[in-house]
């Protein structure tokens, strides 16, 4: 009885793993993130709460990052484009990796170019750096020249529901269908 | 008179248009087609720069490093993903534009980085740049400033249905690679 519980958990975990397939550390359902004390793009203190009771998507970037970031913002206008009042529901974050530079009114210009759904996050460095951690997110500071540097960081788009557990992933370049497809099983409009 | 106004002015936008797209610099046995950078959001303190580079000659040449009265610094970086991670480097010994052949510069591989803008960069206009190649020497180049992903201003003024859009989406990753 015991082995066979235990057979039937391992084959759960196993099917979700290759539903999951996006991410080798991260398996669907887990719990990510932590409480934190942060600042919103518009200067005003957010926490952990702000994630709760709505499908979420979380994304991690800095505003000097000529690539990722900015193609990232636009796809992500463009899916809530696409899902129109069936993705009313969803909420969208932007957390600095780079809050020493990235102040809340750079955040706001830089994400409102894009869309007014998403909201920019930055702080206290040391309070980022917990959040990161615990997202499982990697960033790291790359020095250039002139004493500069930039930033390698996790460029996929996290997906929690409304319980705030983790759904999933949504990969860099991923095809808008199939973004859509996951955002409309997020929200429960599929 | 209304339908040949119509049609003259289409002509003459799409001449225009054309004139704009296709620009092409010569440096002894280099041609550089169509430098443009990237529309940058208010606020944002960098832009890439994108062409393509041939080398019509038979030995090999390097880029090895660029200037701009609008950005503080100019370097030459090669972006990657490595599993779900963007990193991006900056190219030590310049980028080599083979003997033959050529290099192409484009969002999600190599680009020219400017760093340090003096304001945004904004679609329609132009800015100059100083690129330095090892053997050719130094030109100075046009950069067309380009939406490489349409803002939000422009997918609104363009009224998209919903498909469409995701279709737009697709074809834009297409292109950018």
């Not at chain 1, 909201?119 to 020095?143: K, L």
């Not at chain 2, 087609?33 to 208010?42: G, L, S």
Request: glycine content about 10%; some cysteine; charged content about 25%.
């Amino acid at each position: 009885m015991f082995a066979a519980l235990l057979l039937l958990t391992i084959g759960l975990l196993g099917w979700q793993f290759a539903v999951q397939g996006t991410d080798r550390s991260l398996t669907a359902s887990m719990k990510l993130g932590t409480d934190f004390n942060l600042i919103d793009h518009n200067g005003d203190p957010i926490t952990e709460a702000a994630f709760d009771g709505q499908p979420t998507l979380v994304f991690f970037g800095f505003t000097r990052c000529p690539e990722v970031c900015p193609t990232t913002l636009y796809e992500m206008a463009g899916w809530l484009d696409t899902l129109g009042e069936a993705g009313n529901d969803l909420q969208a974050f932007f957390i600095s990796v780079d809050p020493e530079r990235d102040t809340p009114e750079i955040m706001k210009g830089y994400a409102e170019a894009f869309t007014e759904r998403v909201t920019g996050i930055t702080g206290d460095p040391d309070e980022i750096a917990r959040v990161v951690a615990a997202w499982h997110v990697y960033a790291a500071r790359i020095p250039t020249e002139d004493d500069d540097y930039t930033m390698d960081h996790t460029a996929s788009v996290f997906l929690m529901d409304a319980n705030g557990d983790f759904k999933g992933t949504i990969a860099y370049g991923e095809n808008a269908e199939t973004a859509v497809a996951k955002l409309r099983q997020l929200t429960g409009n599929s | 008179m209304k339908p040949i106004a119509l049609a003259l002015t289409a002509a003459l936008f799409g001449l225009s248009v054309s004139a704009s797209l296709a620009h092409e610099f010569k440096l002894g046995a280099l041609e550089i087609d169509h430098p443009y950078a990237r529309a940058t959001p208010p606020n944002a303190p960098v832009s890439g720069g994108y062409m393509t580079i041939r080398n019509t000659g038979d030995e090999a040449d390097r880029l090895i490093s660029g200037e701009a009265a609008f950005a503080k610094r100019v370097e030459i970086h090669e972006m990657s993903m490595d599993g779900d991670v963007m990193k991006m480097r900056e190219i030590k010994g310049g980028l080599e534009i083979p003997a033959g052949g050529e290099v192409t510069l484009k969002p999600g591989g190599f680009h020219v980085m400017f760093i340090g803008l003096d304001g945004q960069l904004i679609e329609g206009e132009s800015r100059p740049a100083t690129l330095t190649f090892q053997k050719a020497g130094s030109i100075e180049l046009e950069f067309s400033v380009e939406n490489v992903m349409k803002m939000k201003h422009d997918m609104k003024s363009h009224g998209h249905g919903d498909m469409d859009h995701g279709d737009m989406n697709k074809d834009a990753m297409k292109d950018d690679g």
